[in-house]
Structures are given as C-alpha cells and as structure tokens.
C-alpha cells in the first residue's frame, strides 16, 4: 500500500541540494464526508511515530471508521491535525472529483553563518517525507446507483484500506532510521512537522486552503507534558 520510498530534494544549501526520506502511500479513494477523519488518522498515525523525545501517547477510536489508532498527547499537535484536516475538507465542498496529494514532512532546524560571518541565520533542512494521495467523490456522486449494500462494501474496503496504511506506517517508521537527526534538535517550541498541499486540479477555494495550511505547528518545550 505505497508506491516507493526514495531520496528526495529540498532547499539547496551552499553545499548542494539535501536529501530526505521519501514514502508515497497508494492512492485511497474516499467521498467527500470522509476526508476529514481520514486525514486525522493517517496525519496523527505518522506524527506519533516521528514524535522523537519524550511524548505520552494516547489510544483513540476513530469517529467515523470501526478502527482505533495512536496519536500524541499534545494539544497543539491536535490542534494543528484539526485545522489542517478541516480546512482541507472545507476547500472541497464545491469540488466533483478531486485527486490531491497531502504531505507532511519533518525537518530540523539548522544554524548556519551568513556572509563575512557576522551573523548567523536559520535554516530548515527536511529529513523525511510523506505524501499521502487522495481521490475524493462527491457524496452525491458516490452514492449514483449504489444500493445499501454496496455502499457498506465501500466503507468496509476503505476501512481495510486504512487498516493496512496503519500497520505499513508503523513498519516503515520502525524500519528505517539511519537518517533522522538527533532527538535533541526536533524537540522544543518551535515547529518541526509542516503540513502542506499541491494539486493539479484547478478549482476555487484551493488558494484559501493552501493559505491556511501555512502555519507548522509550535510544540511545548517538555513534551512530557504534552
């Protein structure tokens, strides 16, 4: 249930372009009522798996699916799942059929000098990657000619579908970590997961939604007391 998992590029340096870890899941049909929940699952299930530190973890049962799944005890990281997922489900309400492609990638913050070494700035280096494809059905057009049945046979694929993503995202996340920096540089009150979004679909109220995806998240400095 994912495509690859390879090398990808982010922001050249003064050294060169750098390489993060990249997993593409399979692309997962869903309608438009479920965006939202789906988005929570899989977003949480990978946050809390990247969730390096100290960082109490909470068992959720999903409020739409007959599934539980993990997420970090941490408001804000909540917060942050919530709005993105929302907004996301907002933009598509006047959307037929969207195919769209979620990411969320994880970054460290680096110091690096400036010219003449005066002054140092900040950079962002991002060491791992997960985009997360979606095809997304008006309610109403999901439902043209299916009966009852058949639509319960939708929902149970797509709960198993959700079901195999989660245990392939504990595999993967456990699997390979050669590459994910030191602890001590992705904790903290500053940001170090952003959500973000493209699309070649060209449809109104997707311009407002990647504004409102622009904001990563700010974490508690102990996250012990998340």
């Avoid at 904790?187 to 990647?210: A, Q, R």
Wanted: hydrophobic share 40%; glycine share 4%; with cysteine.
């Amino acid at each position: 249930f994912f495509k690859a998992t390879h090398s990808c590029e982010t922001e050249p340096d003064a050294d060169g372009p750098m390489n993060c870890e990249q997993v593409d899941l399979e692309d997962l049909e869903v309608e438009r009522f479920q965006v939202k929940e789906v988005l929570k699952v899989l977003l949480h299930s990978i946050i809390f798996q990247r969730a390096l530190g100290e960082c109490r973890k909470r068992d959720v049962d999903s409020e739409l699916f007959q599934l539980s799944y993990v997420r970090c005890e941490s408001r804000l990281v909540e917060q942050k799942v919530e709005e993105h997922a929302e907004a996301f489900s907002n933009a598509l309400e006047r959307a037929e059929t969207a195919r769209i492609q979620i990411s969320i990638s994880f970054f460290e913050r680096r110091s690096r000098p400036t010219a003449f070494g005066l002054f140092r700035s900040e950079e962002r280096v991002v060491w791992e990657r997960w985009n997360i494809p979606l095809t997304v059905h008006a309610h109403d057009e999901a439902l043209v000619g299916a009966a009852g049945p058949e639509r319960a046979q939708r929902e149970m694929a797509l709960e198993a579908g959700l079901r195999q993503r989660l245990e392939f995202i504990i595999v993967m996340a456990s699997g390979k970590r050669e590459h994910i920096p030191p602890t001590d540089g992705l904790c903290g009150d500053v940001p170090w997961f952003e959500i973000s979004s493209n699309t070649s679909e060209s449809w109104s109220g997707f311009d407002l939604f990647k504004q409102l995806l622009s904001s990563p998240p700010q974490l508690l400095s102990n996250r012990g007391q998340m």
